[in-house]
């Protein structure tokens, strides 16, 4: 916000240097990012009186002036109709520099020669006035450089999003009077009504929607002259940054700047009338399909979220953003109804932003309004419309709310606020302190409760902490609303600067182990298996939800949501790539694989542990799961071998790596066929007890080609559900005791049918090699000579033991004699 320092002076008094107030304003919180010196480029321009003014003799629209600038006196030749001799103007002379870095030399103009020039408001952006010269007082002293009579600076202050109040030339002025001790003018309110109908009788205010719109005061002011503003005035909306544009309209922007108050003006013979004959406003949410020409003369289409301001036939302005072109002020307006109002400020955020309009009337209704301000700005409208524009102010107002509320109680405890500061303040300094921004104190009252935001949504109370006192939070401060707030706001007006560095004193929690222990054991145990982690959005596009939908998903552990639904949607998607939330991760890791092969990376191994959801009715689920992708090498070629291209027994490989680390037994596996989205002869699904339940196999090739990739290219892909992924421990590990006896190791190789899974070989191992089987691990599969094509040899090592003895060789021999003799039962044999 551009706030210049002669009107900031109006509503309190400043000793100190720009400069140092600057620095005190940013040690309060309002950063004063720039300091600009309004005025600095009129160069070498001062003013002058004119002593005469006669007609060019050779150019009926220029005149030959001449002007005293106190000690010298210049020929001019000017443009302008309305000046005349004894006026004060300002005077550029020979070689002065203007805004916009335009340069004024001696000239010859149809003749004569011109010795400089006479300015106009616009061409010094002084004022809007382009059409004449600036006429300046009589009383303005001659000789003097202009920018010692009019310039001024302008602090650019940072007004943080939970101080609205701020974003004002008043607000500013109470920060300044709280840094300097010193008090606040309020600008004198007085309304001076004339006579006839009242604003209640002249016209009507039906609010459909209180919520969004829980007060709205109007105004009704006749006769107004609708022409330039005072000189005064746009010089000082100018530095303010605001475009003069006409007394009614400055008269709204004068009080949005000075009180926060976004006002609006409507031409009263624009708004249409209701039944009873009056102009009727009507503030609604717009109908689906509606459309409104704003003052920016864009045509918009509403959307039915949107807050309007209407009348009995359509729209007239987007509440809180912009008025309608069809109820603009113009020059033969004659009268205006005056709107003051307070709406919701999460509705016009977003109504600004599905618009795409920003304005300084929104980005205050955005910050929060106080309804008492409703009442304030429109008697401060109607009394500068009656100083400006000669208007005559009905009496009344319009008022749907006319109570109210008063000012908010919060109770805090000064040995607390001492405590969360590492302060010793005693409690009357603190009562002082609080007073400096307008917050008064009294005890607390049997029924004020001392409270602490837990969450922006949460309010608790907390353990006794001393005696309280309750502060009366002036109603412009909504951000002063629990006890941490208060001790933010002695800090804040004490300085942080002197807030000394404690250390604090609490006694350190006692060991609490990490509640993410698994999730941080997988990442540990998978960084160093070689895969590296992905982070990925949980906003998909319509064909990832689509595409990976699994007609059977992975359960997940006990306790915890059980995938499936509907699909759950953004109600306001920034694109439609991100307008849903994935059911699970195997998008969204085909989408790294994907941009990692375009780029040139072919081997990639990636894990991301992260969330799926759905939607069951009304409610919504999520639940945690692990992923992983493979593709590329498993292994470099090397000089006697080619490369070897990652298949499904590296992923159980990974499945069975984190099942051992996590202490779980090593996953069963079965077969799995029914799912469109994998190769339906490399995939499977995995358990291993209640605690780990897995679906992991290669991509089908239509939809590795639907991705854009190569239909040969082997993407392996898995979903893995582990408990605590989401929140827990792992179970205290156990040692094994060590083997007194030693154990004894016996390979197997097994011939079976390749449709044989090798599941059913290691059941059959187990189950009829007897109580000394400890151990049974896959760790060859042949295919070739001198098998048949449709025959597989895997090679099993079994271990056998007894604990308490060292087995004989008759005792291990019958255990390998019990699984050879079972080994027709699968069509099995053993491999000679």
């Given amino acids: 916000m551009r706030v210049p320092l002669s009107w900031l002076r109006e509503f309190v008094d400043i000793q100190l240097t720009p400069e140092q107030l600057a620095e005190r304003l940013t040690l309060l919180g309002m950063e004063v990012k720039h300091i600009e010196r309004w005025g600095a480029d ?158 209640a009788e002249r016209f009507a205010v039906d609010v459909r929607d209180p919520e969004l719109c829980p007060r709205f005061v109007g105004r009704w002011v006749g006769h107004v002259r609708v022409g330039p503003s005072p000189d005064w005035v746009q010089m000082r909306l100018l530095a303010a940054g605001q475009r003069p544009i006409s007394n009614v309209v400055d008269a709204s922007n004068y009080v949005m700047l000075e009180l926060g108050k976004p006002i609006h003006t409507f031409d009263a013979a624009a708004v249409g009338a209701g039944p009873d004959g009056r102009a009727t406003i009507v503030v609604r949410r717009a109908a689906a399909g509606e459309r409104l020409e704003t003052l920016d003369h864009v045509d918009r289409e509403l959307s039915p979220e949107a807050l309007l301001i209407a009348d009995p036939r359509g729209p007239i302005a987007v509440a809180g953003v912009m008025g309608g072109a069809n109820s603009e002020v113009a020059e033969a307006t004659t009268d205006v109804v005056v709107e003051s109002a307070v709406f919701d400020a999460v509705s016009i955020r977003r109504t600004a932003f599905r618009l795409g309009l920003r304005s300084e009337a929104s980005s205050r209704f955005e910050k929060g309004q106080e309804t008492r301000l409703a009442r304030l700005g429109a008697d401060r409208t109607a009394q500068l419309l009656h100083e400006w524009a000669g208007g005559v102010v009905a009496p009344g107002r319009v008022d749907t709310a006319p109570a109210e509320p008063g000012r908010p109680r919060v109770a805090f405890r000064p040995a607390r606020v001492n405590r969360l500061l590492g302060t010793e303040l005693t409690a009357d300094e603190q009562r002082d302190l609080l007073a400096r921004v307008g917050v008064e104190t009294e005890p607390a009252a049997p029924g004020d409760r001392v409270d602490v935001a837990i969450t922006p949504h949460l309010l608790a109370v907390v353990p006794d902490e001393g005696s309280a006192i309750t502060a009366l939070v002036p109603t412009w401060r909504r951000d002063i609303a629990v006890e941490a707030d208060v001790a933010e706001e002695i800090a804040r007006v004490r300085g942080y600067e002197l807030v000394p560095s404690v250390t604090p004193d609490t006694l350190m929690p006692t060991f609490r182990a990490s509640p993410l222990e698994v999730r941080e054991l997988v990442r540990e145990t998978l960084a160093g298996a070689g895969l590296t982690e992905v982070v990925t959005t949980a906003l998909v596009s319509p064909r990832h939800h689509d595409t990976f939908v699994l007609a059977r998903d992975v359960p997940s552990i006990e306790g915890e949501d059980e995938p499936g639904g509907s699909a759950i949607e953004v109600t306001n998607p920034l694109s439609r790539d991100h307008s849903l939330l994935r059911r699970n991760l195997l998008g969204s890791l085909l989408d790294v694989v994907a941009v990692n092969l375009r780029h040139g990376t072919p081997d990639v191994a990636v894990f991301e542990i992260g969330k799926g959801y759905a939607r069951s009715g009304a409610t919504a689920r999520e639940w945690w799961r692990l992923g992983i992708a493979l593709t590329g090498a498993a292994e470099e070629p090397g000089w006697n071998r080619a490369a070897r291209p990652y298949d499904l027994d590296d992923a159980k490989g990974i499945l069975e790596l984190v099942a051992r680390r996590a202490g779980l037994p090593r996953p069963v596996y079965e077969a799995e066929t029914a799912e469109a989205v994998f190769h339906p002869g490399r995939t499977a699904r995995a358990a291993a007890g209640g605690d780990l339940f897995a679906i992991l196999g290669e991509l089908h090739p239509d939809t590795i080609d639907r991705w854009g990739l190569r239909s040969s290219q082997r993407v392996i892909l898995a979903e893995i559900a582990l408990r605590g992924l989401a929140a827990g421990r792992l179970a205290p590990e156990r040692a094994r005791s060590v083997v007194r006896f030693p154990e004894v190791d016996r390979d197997l190789a097994i011939i079976v049918p390749e449709a044989t899974p090798a599941a059913a070989v290691e059941t059959l191992v187990r189950a009829t090699a007897g109580s000394l089987l400890r151990e049974v691990t896959l760790f060859d599969i042949y295919r070739g000579v001198p098998l048949a094509g449709d025959e597989k040899s895997l090679a099993y090592r079994l271990r056998l033991g007894a604990g308490d003895r060292t087995l004989t060789e008759p005792e291990v021999e019958a255990a390998v004699a019990a699984v050879v003799a079972a080994l027709p039962g699968i069509g099995g044999r053993l491999r000679a």
């Fill in 42 to 199: 009129w160069q070498n321009v001062v003013i002058g009186e004119l002593l005469t003014v006669d007609k060019h003799p050779r150019a009926d629209r220029l005149h030959l002036t001449t002007v005293t600038v106190g000690g010298e006196t210049l020929s001019i030749v000017c443009g302008a109709d309305n000046i005349a001799p004894g006026q004060r103007v300002p005077v550029a002379l020979p070689g002065a520099v203007l805004p916009g870095d335009r340069r004024i030399e001696r000239t010859e103009k149809m003749g004569v020669v011109s010795n400089g020039m006479l300015c106009s408001g616009d061409e010094l952006r002084l004022t809007g006035d382009a059409d004449g010269i600036l006429i300046l007082p009589q009383d303005t002293p001659l000789g003097v450089p202009l920018a010692d009579l009019y310039g001024d600076v302008v602090l650019d202050v940072d007004v943080k999003p939970n101080r609205g109040d701020a974003l004002s030339i008043l607000g500013l002025a109470r920060e300044v009077a709280a840094a300097t001790r010193q008090g606040v003018r309020q600008p004198p309110i007085t309304v001076e009504e004339g006579s006839g109908p009242s604003s």
